[in-house]
């Protein structure tokens, strides 16, 4: 069995005989790291000033190896610095670059990213006071951003697994907003929400036409279709 625990820019890696190596994950990237959990196929990162998702299918990344084969975790990440940018990985977090996004200045906080499968696959990043934006991750033309919901303040990004035009957003005052055509239209999902300031969303793996939002005035259940 495999555990990773990164701690202010060091990787541990620890192997099923206890022993452990460590390593330094800062060059290149500008922000320490301080917790990683793996879930499933994919690993969630999170760092004092950034969020991190990783993923093992984008376009021009090669697929991470079998983590249980070796106790090096070789995944392709994407990070969101603290107001600093957008960056990319290939070697499991030693070393970072910049994603590309020539012309766009996505300068307000960072709060979510979030992945959907299409193609080629789209990143969603929510900003604190900047909306959402929208970029699509292709291996030929190179990642193009959109601005989505301008002003307003993003803290949760769902995508539809079975539906990429289909993708929700948490926001800060605003409720739930819906898009059912890529980002480019959006209404209204707040009815029956109390409290229009939400925080996170999660689906139920056993009944995918149900999702949660958790809010400061707790949990409430969507039922689509």
Known sequence: MLAVVVTYGEREARNAQGGSDREALRQGFIRDLRWVSRLGKCCLWLGLMVLLTACDALPWWQSAPNPQASPEVSASLLAAGY??????????????????????????????????????????????????????????????????????????????PTDPNQLYAGTWGQGVMWSRDGGQTWESGTEGLTYPYVRAFARAPTTPTTFYAGTVGGVVRRREG
């Open 83 to 160: 107001a600093r940018g957008i960056y990319r990985s290939t070697n499991g977090g030693k070393t970072w670059t910049p994603l590309g996004l020539e012309g766009v200045e996505i300068s307000h906080y960072f709060k979510v990213l979030a992945l959907s499968a299409g193609s080629p696959p789209t990143l969603y990043v929510g900003t604190t006071g900047q909306g959402l934006y929208q970029i699509t991750l292709d291996a030929e033309q190179g990642p193009v951003a959109l601005q989505r919901l301008k002003g307003m303040n993003i803290k949760a990004i769902l995508p539809e």
